[in-house]
């Protein structure tokens, strides 16, 4: 493994090397690429492990310097794959898993680390000193899953790191054994890897274990409340960790967020005085702030609860929790202040306290300002990072490279894992200490490239971070935008990178991507099923009587948990169990089990479909004193403020294990308590069928020629979340019920492992998920059955993973994962692939799964048919995951978001304070809105009145609105949006006269423009909906109908459509309008010549004279025929050709109509007649025009006879008249004095310049060309180079034509004057 | 009008070995006298169109482009006036307007020592005026004057006739009464490709079932139906234009 590496490191194989010689050994490409490094060949049998060797590498290599955070093993093998051999204690010892469900693996290594040379960098005063790890309890969500089961289990409490160091050796000693691996290379002695994360030995555990197992029992209800969710997680509190960062800084961080109300600030050695509400200062460096959100999110080392010395009483603890969740339920603002003060009072208690002595339980309240000493410290938390201080930046760049293949091969089993762990490096708060601390490195052997420290400093790691956030930049743009945000204004990326910071922001900008983490919740409203609970479903009178009896009952044990689950003392057991057994008990006894499963089903459904659970969060229910408080119209403000609180600020890491939030901890409680098989089985059955029922959900294929297909595509997204998340929900209790039989504390024996697994193989699975992954994968749906799978999966035993079947279930997880690249492509939308990637990548890390899983499995053996089905619309090529989805499934996602938010606000806290609270400004619309109160009540009303209709008068009610909300939108398409697409064409136009500079800019000028109009959709949707809504509703619905009901129909339909059509046109309609003037615009731009300045002209002509029949010959007939002309005149002609005068004369006639009819008329014809008779002209000029003189009689014209008798002259006038009157265009009568067309006047020997010069007083009598233009026109004709004749000639003309118009006389007859001129024209030559 | 296949191939065969000039659709005219004119120029086009593609190679080798030119270039030093250029089209069986390309293409190589772009060759094509060699500027205009089954007159002729024939049947259309979406109104929505009309209602002809329309303006003939076919058609099937096309309408007003 480390030869691998030291290759690397040395730079004798190239990164990109390696990688390919680890896609030989993974997955199913391994054929294509055979082009194995030499030295990497002989290393074959090494591929397997390597993966799990540089993450462990990587995370041994940085373990001194993340103090941010949770550590982020990743599940590799090594690290638990002999957990099975070993005794309980041993194993607790090892890896402090079993009991607590810990996820946190220690890393072993196969490679001797030099764990002990680390181990005595600490200082042990540092070390004793606040070296507590009360770990990762999380004070906001204090759910317990499994209590009656897990109230054993509790946080280990801190331990001193001396002692943990002595007794690391113990337990490595007691385990060497344990970490004997079957490598043939592997070197002979290994040492667990220890060093930093590592827990206290067996003993030492088993005190702490004890001593928080008492102190859980003591209190009782609360045991649950540090239960697994919260000590699953206390490993990843590194007990280096807290001795080694100060302790204090949050803590000062809370108390400038949180700074004493009253006088008695005891804060003298700040400078700046604290105040509740900080204005903001605008700060160059991050241009993007906008009020900040970050709520110095306290990063968990530092979280309150993880800084309670191990002597601290729970009390202390459940204080703040209490105190917390007060707030979040706090009825009272006062009362919230005062939680707030003693909280900060405690933390600031705690932060006083750096040298581990213990907290005085019984004095929270007891401010101890003066003792601060962990102040200074504060000044070097964050150090600046450098990037001329990067060392080894060859090896980091490899080390980045190789990593970075390796996330995007999916050869990590958690991609967010790892950019957590990237996250942590680019964060790492370094210490002052760190460029002083040369002992940190090896000396001795550090010759070895890969046990050199390349990440001993802050630089190092983060440029290794901002390297490999590089290359994960397609990722990363695809986070939600907060996230994107605190990114972008990362100033380490934008020192590290200009480049990555530049794209961020770009992203950031461009990114629509806003979730937020606290959905509405779905009206909590208890369901009536009349199709399936009334009387004639139950086979008695008393079944029926007891059931009705059961469901009130059922409400009440709810109401119960609702209104006091919350409160301190009050257990779920203590006070319903007895209450649901009964109730059981009568069920059983009518065996109306089923009735109740499927009525607890929907109510779960209904009550959690939510991703916090619903229900519990007061945001639906928000106290009326608060919203006094704060004003019913802040409901937004109030909304993100709640967010804050409820939605945990802590960081967990990005794997958490699965828990029960919310509601469902209702549902999961009341079926540990009623522990009824009869309805477990009901249930299970119940759950199933909606599964199977749900996970069948195919989408309707859309028409996208049809305008509604923007609305239908987002209506459909929503149907799909909500189904997935159903999906999900019910999945995860299917998964509970079925594995709650062989659930265990602790990992079972190998032996016990091998009989479980002989013994469970002969069961058949309750529902066949490997069938339904394979049909998905097969019939491409894998995005709605993949997260359910998951969520099923995550609940599994320690047995069932092995399991032939759900061993095979795995597998085809695994390879699903591997196969699905990263990548934007037509099969699959990239966001579809994240979130799949997202919830697999989750369910490796869980704790019940096996780690070898994931780097030992053999990805091949499973085949997987990608059968491509693309008849129908298959759910995977269907962008339906947005981010709102991705966060709402995979919440642990903000844990990106929350790192680096705590970054934020502890450099900013040290720069002053960029951290702001939210301004509570009224600057919203003043309109007034419907509380919440409100809109639950009239909600709940409608509710009730459909409930006594028919439920025909609900289909049809909702029919309408769908229909009319969706009409609405297109109705705002067609005409408010038209009308702003023509007005932007206009300005448009305007625009692009001005200057042909910035197309981009010019179109987001004019969009700007109308968006302020766009508002006016809402207006006019409101209207139109009002208008159509009770015209339908009237029509569907029976004449019978009485009036109240069909006016409140009528109502609730308009409603519904208005909140249905304005919803999407406050959404959507500056993108639709920037659509559809973009569309406008390049349709302009792509027309060629767009003859913009004769718009106006074109405008005149475009109508037939009144009257018009449209018989004029066609153009394309008379282009045609003129071409003939053009043809005779131009030659060859055949002997004795000519044209017949009448004949063109008649088609000059022609012509002339077929341009007043306009009808026929295209741009292109109208151009090519005007080229064609200018052409025609310059022929006739230059007497090229083989003229046969019919039987007309030229006498019959006066005015023809003064013409020299030349028909041609008949023949110009007319042409002269046709341009004149006829084209709606210019006509390009410059051609005439071409190079090409004088030419023909030259070539003629007995020059006609007669002809030439009538032309040209013609265009000036007709108007058709300024006499300047024609005399420049004329001046560039002398620059050719002509014979000198000619050119004298020319000379001459150009000179008569001048004088004559010089002259300004009044001009009595054109044509005598030219015979005149002429004449001297000749008589000069 | 409906035109035999008998007919079709008669002028088909006749169309095997003549010019695409002026004085060829004249003896056309003449031996098939009941054909009308643009019928007949359609066809020719078409056949010479396909004559053209096959030997379209040949004429564009360098050593062919090298001949060309000098053939020109002394032709025009022997007599300037004379048509030499159309005449050179005529013996080496190609149409005048490509050889005129070609020949300007290979001049405007040698004067400005660089490929020319092919918008410039184009513009210039259109209004020779605009070629910076008086006599070359003739030549070219004669060339593309003369031919008539290519060149920017024709095209554009051919164009005018298809909009002349759209306007036509949007006529008819209204006439019977039948609603309809036009092809602009289809690409305000946008489609990129669409067929004329879009029959908002179908319609049953001769037990067909007609979803919509697409006039060409040219002669139908079995490799012209074949192409569109393949180019444009399943375009518009695939794009749902029509869900269930059983039959399209090749329309061909004469």
């Known amino acids: 493994m480390a030869a691998v590496l030291e290759l690397l490191l040395r730079e004798e194989v190239a990164a990109s090397a390696v990688v390919r010689w680890l896609r030989q050994g993974s997955g199913p490409r391994a054929a294509e690429e055979n082009h194995i490094h030499e030295k990497l060949v002989s290393l074959s049998l090494l591929q397997k492990d390597f993966v799990p060797f540089l993450l462990n590498f990587l995370r041994e290599q940085t373990s001194q310097i993340l103090t941010n955070g949770p550590s982020t093993p990743a599940k590799?093998?090594?690290?638990?794959?002999?957990?099975?051999?070993?005794?309980?204690?041993?194993?607790?010892?090892?890896?402090?898993?079993?009991?607590?469900?810990?996820?946190?693996?220690?890393?072993?290594?196969?490679?001797?680390?030099?764990?002990?040379?680390?181990?005595?960098?600490?200082?042990?005063?540092?070390?004793?000193?606040?070296?507590?790890?009360?770990?990762?309890?999380?004070?906001?969500?204090?759910?317990?899953?499994?209590?009656?089961?897990?109230?054993?289990?509790?946080?280990?409490?801190?331990?001193?790191?001396?002692?943990?160091?002595?007794?690391?050796?113990?337990?490595?000693?007691?385990?060497?054994?344990?970490?004997?691996?079957?490598?043939?290379?592997?070197?002979?002695?290994?040492?667990?890897?220890?060093?930093?994360?590592?827990?206290?030995?067996?003993?030492?555990?088993?005190?702490?274990r004890d001593l928080g197992r008492s102190l859980a029992e003591d209190e009782d209800g609360k045991s649950e409340s540090t239960s697994w969710s919260a000590g699953r997680r206390k490993q990843s509190e590194v007990p280096l960790v807290s001795a080694r960062s100060p302790p204090s800084q949050l803590n000062l961080n809370n108390l400038e967020e949180f700074p004493p109300m009253g006088a008695a600030s005891g804060w003298t050695n700040k400078s700046k005085p604290s105040r509740r509400i900080n204005p903001t200062p605008v700060s160059a460096e991050r241009p993007l702030s906008k009020p900040k959100m970050c709520f110095t999110s306290t990063p968990v080392s530092q979280s309150p609860a993880a800084r309670f010395p191990s002597g601290t009483s729970l009390e202390a603890f459940t204080a703040i929790q209490e105190g917390n969740l007060t707030s979040v339920v706090g009825s009272n603002l006062q009362e919230e202040r005062e939680m707030l003060k003693k909280e900060r009072c405690k933390l600031l208690h705690q932060a006083s306290s750096p040298a581990g002595l213990s907290l005085d339980p019984g004095t929270p309240m007891k401010p101890s300002y003066a003792r601060s000493a962990s102040l200074p410290a504060e000044s070097h938390l964050v150090t600046c990072a450098d990037p001329a201080k990067?060392?080894?930046?060859?090896?980091?760049?490899?080390?980045?490279?190789?990593?970075?293949?390796?996330?995007?091969?999916?050869?990590?089993?958690?991609?967010?894992?790892?950019?957590?762990?990237?996250?942590?490096?680019?964060?790492?708060?370094?210490?002052?200490?760190?460029?002083?601390?040369?002992?940190?490195?090896?000396?001795?052997?550090?010759?070895?490239?890969?046990?050199?420290?390349?990440?001993?400093?802050?630089?190092?790691?983060?440029?290794?971070?901002?390297?490999?956030?590089?290359?994960?930049?397609?990722?990363?743009?695809?986070?939600?935008?907060?996230?994107?945000?605190?990114?972008?204004?990362?100033?380490?990326?934008?020192?590290?990178?200009?480049?990555?910071?530049?794209?961020?922001?770009?992203?950031?900008?461009?990114?629509?991507?806003?979730?937020?983490?606290?959905?509405?919740?779905?009206?909590?409203?208890?369901?009536?099923?009349?199709?399936?609970?009334?009387?004639?479903?139950?086979?008695?009178?008393?079944?029926?009587?007891?059931?009705?009896?059961?469901?009130?009952?059922?409400?009440?044990?709810?109401?119960?948990?609702?209104?006091?689950?919350?409160?301190?003392?009050?257990?779920?057991?203590?006070?319903?169990?007895?209450?649901?057994?009964?109730?059981?008990?009568?069920?059983?006894?009518?065996?109306?089990?089923?009735?109740?499963?499927?009525?607890?089903q929907k109510q779960l459904i209904q009550m959690c479909k939510g991703p916090i659970g619903g229900g519990t969060s007061w945001g639906d229910t928000p106290d009326q004193d608060v919203l006094n408080m704060l004003g019913s119209d802040n409901l937004s403000r109030l909304k993100r403020l709640q967010e804050r609180f409820v939605v945990p600020q802590s960081i967990r890491g990005p794997c958490p294990s699965p828990s029960f939030t919310g509601c469902q901890q209702f549902f999961r409680d009341f079926i540990l308590s009623a522990g009824s098989y009869q309805f477990n089985q009901h249930l299970v059955d119940s759950l199933c069928l909606k599964i199977l029922e749900l996970d069948g959900l195919t989408l309707i294929e859309h028409e996208h020629s049809d305008g509604e297909a923007d609305m239908d595509e987002q209506d459909e997204k929503k149907r799909f979340t909500v189904v997935l998340l159903s999906l999900r929900l019910l999945a995860k209790f299917l998964g509970f019920l079925v594995f709650l039989p062989y659930r265990t504390v602790e990992q079972p024996t190998r032996d016990l492992l091998e009989s479980a697994v002989a013994l469970r193989n002969r069961t058949q699975p309750v529902l066949d998920v490997l069938k339904l992954l394979r049909q998905s994968v097969r019939d491409r749906h894998a995005i709605l059955t993949i997260p359910w799978i998951v969520e099923f999966l995550s609940l599994v035993d320690h047995i069932a993973p092995f399991l032939d079947y759900y061993r095979k279930v795995f597998c085809l997880l695994l390879q699903i994962y591997r196969l699905m690249v990263l990548s934007e492509d037509k099969e699959m939308s990239f966001l579809n692939k994240l979130l799949i990637l997202a919830v697999l990548g989750w369910l490796f890390q869980v704790p019940s799964v096996p780690e070898e899983l994931f780097f030992t499995t053999d990805v091949r053996k499973e085949g997987l048919m990608m059968d491509t089905v693309t008849s129908t619309r298959a759910l995977d090529s269907v962008p339906l995951v947005d981010q709102q989805l991705l966060y709402t499934c995979c919440p642990y996602l903000g844990e990106l978001r929350k790192l680096l938010a705590s970054f934020v606000a502890g450099s900013g806290a040290k720069n002053g304070g960029f951290v702001r609270k939210i301004t509570p400004t009224a600057a919203e619309s003043l309109a007034p809105k419907p509380s919440v109160t409100q809109r639950k009540l009239q909600a709940e009303l409608e509710q009730a009145f459909f409930h006594n209709q028919p439920p025909s008068l609900r289909r049809t009610v909702e029919f309408v609105a769908e229909r009319v909300g969706s009409n609405c939108v297109k109705h705002i398409k067609a005409t408010l949006v038209a009308e702003l697409v023509q007005r932007a064409e206009v300005m448009l136009q305007d625009k692009m006269k001005e200057e042909d500079a910035n197309h981009d800019k010019l179109l987001e000028e004019v969009c700007a423009h109308l968006y302020e109009e766009g508002a006016q959709a809402l207006v006019r949707g409101r209207e139109f909906c009002k208008k159509k809504g009770p015209e339908a509703v009237r029509v569907l619905l029976p004449d019978e109908t009485s009036a109240a009901v069909l006016n409140s129909a009528e109502e609730i339909a308009m409603e519904l459509a208005t909140e249905k059509a304005c919803g999407w046109l406050s959404a959507n309609i500056a993108a639709l309008i920037k659509r559809e003037v973009k569309a406008t615009f390049n349709r302009m731009l792509k027309v060629p010549g767009l003859p913009l300045p004769s718009e106006d002209a074109l405008e005149l002509r475009r109508d037939c004279p009144p009257g018009c029949q449209h018989h004029a010959p066609f153009p394309s007939q008379i282009i045609n025929e003129i071409k003939d002309v053009l043809c005779i005149a131009v030659g060859p002609r055949d002997e004795g050709e000519v044209i017949d005068y009448v004949w063109l004369e008649c088609l000059l006639g022609r012509l002339s109509q077929t341009l007043r009819c306009r009808k026929f008329m295209c741009p292109t014809s109208e151009q090519q007649l005007a080229k064609c008779t200018v052409e025609l002209a310059s022929l006739l000029v230059s007497d090229r025009v083989p003229l046969r003189l019919g039987l007309k009689p030229p006498e019959k014209s006066s005015e023809r006879l003064r013409v020299k008798n030349s028909p041609t002259y008949c023949l110009l006038k007319q042409l002269l008249s046709v341009w004149k009157e006829d084209f709606g265009m210019p006509v390009p009568l410059q051609l005439m004095f071409s190079r090409k067309n004088i030419a023909y006047v030259a070539e003629v020997k007995q020059r006609e310049w007669d002809l030439f010069l009538f032309m040209l007083r013609g265009l000036v009598e007709y108007d058709l060309m300024g006499i300047s233009e024609i005399e420049s026109c004329l001046h560039s004709l002398k620059e050719l180079p002509w014979p000198s004749d000619f050119l004298k000639e020319l000379e001459m003309l150009s000179r008569v034509f001048i004088s004559e118009h010089n002259l300004e006389e009044p001009r009595t007859n054109p044509c005598e004057l030219a015979r005149q001129s002429l004449g001297t024209v000749t008589a000069q030559s | 009008m409906k035109l035999s296949k008998a007919q079709y191939d008669e002028i088909a065969q006749f169309l095997g070995q003549v010019q695409p000039t002026r004085q060829s659709l004249r003896k056309l005219k003449q031996k098939f006298p009941s054909q009308s004119q643009s019928t007949l120029l359609s066809i020719f086009s078409q056949e010479y169109q396909k004559q053209v593609k096959r030997t379209h190679a040949k004429h564009h080798t360098a050593e062919a482009v090298e001949t060309y030119y000098q053939r020109y270039l002394n032709g025009v030093m022997k007599n300037a006036a004379a048509p030499v250029l159309l005449e050179l089209a005529n013996e080496v069986n190609f149409a005048p307007s490509l050889m005129a390309r070609i020949v300007l293409e290979r001049f405007l190589q040698e004067q400005e020592q660089a490929i020319p772009s092919k918008t410039l060759i184009n513009s210039m094509l259109r209004d020779p005026s605009q070629i910076p060699d008086g006599v070359l500027a003739n030549q070219v205009y004669q060339c593309t004057v003369n031919d008539c089954c290519y060149g920017p007159l024709v095209d554009c002729i051919k164009h005018a006739i298809g909009h002349e024939h759209e306007v036509l049947l949007r006529e008819m259309l209204l006439e019977k009464n039948l609603s309809f979406i036009a092809e602009d109104q289809l690409r305000a929505k946008g489609y990129d490709k669409t067929p004329d009309f879009i029959l908002e209602v179908p319609v049953a002809v001769e037990g067909h079932i007609i979803h919509w329309i697409e006039s060409k303006a040219s002669f139908g003939d079995e490799s012209s139906h074949q192409a569109y076919l393949q180019d444009q058609f399943w375009s518009y099937w695939n794009r749902k234009v029509a869900v269930r096309l059983k039959m399209f309408l090749f329309l061909f007003f004469s």
């Open chain 1, 76 to 208: 590799t093998p090594n690290s638990k794959a002999h957990g099975n051999q070993r005794t309980g204690s041993e194993r607790r010892a090892g890896h402090a898993t079993g009991s607590n469900n810990s996820r946190v693996q220690l890393f072993s290594e196969r490679t001797s680390v030099t764990s002990c040379t680390t181990d005595t960098s600490f200082s042990p005063a540092a070390a004793s000193s606040g070296s507590s790890s009360f770990s990762g309890s999380n004070l906001s969500s204090p759910c317990s899953d499994f209590p009656s089961m897990v109230s054993t289990s509790s946080p280990s409490f801190g331990y001193s790191p001396v002692l943990n160091h002595s007794e690391k050796r113990s337990s490595q000693k007691a385990s060497l054994g344990s970490f004997l691996t079957p490598m043939p290379e592997a070197p002979p002695v290994r040492r667990g890897r220890r060093k930093g994360n590592s827990s206290v030995s067996a003993s030492g555990r088993q005190v702490v």
């Open chain 1, 390 to 600: 990067v060392s080894c930046k060859k090896q980091l760049e490899c080390l980045a490279q190789l990593y970075s293949s390796c996330i995007a091969e999916n050869l990590v089993p958690n991609i967010f894992l790892e950019l957590f762990f990237v996250l942590q490096l680019l964060t790492s708060k370094g210490t002052s200490a760190e460029d002083g601390e040369s002992d940190l490195e090896v000396n001795e052997g550090s010759e070895d490239a890969s046990r050199k420290q390349h990440f001993r400093n802050v630089h190092n790691c983060v440029y290794f971070a901002v390297q490999v956030l590089d290359y994960q930049y397609e990722i990363i743009s695809h986070l939600e935008k907060g996230t994107l945000k605190l990114l972008a204004e990362n100033e380490r990326i934008a020192s590290f990178s200009p480049t990555l910071h530049e794209k961020l922001r770009q992203a950031y900008e461009s990114s629509t991507a806003k979730v937020s983490l606290l959905l509405p919740c779905s009206v909590q409203s208890v369901s009536f099923q009349p199709e399936t609970d009334n009387r004639s479903n139950f086979p008695s009178d008393r079944a029926f009587h007891i059931f009705k009896k059961q469901r009130d009952i059922f409400y009440e044990l709810l109401r119960e948990w609702e209104d006091n689950h919350e409160k301190t003392g009050w257990d779920f057991e203590r006070v319903l169990g007895n209450k649901i057994r009964a109730m059981m008990a009568h069920l059983s006894a009518t065996c109306n089990h089923s009735h109740f499963a499927r009525l607890f």
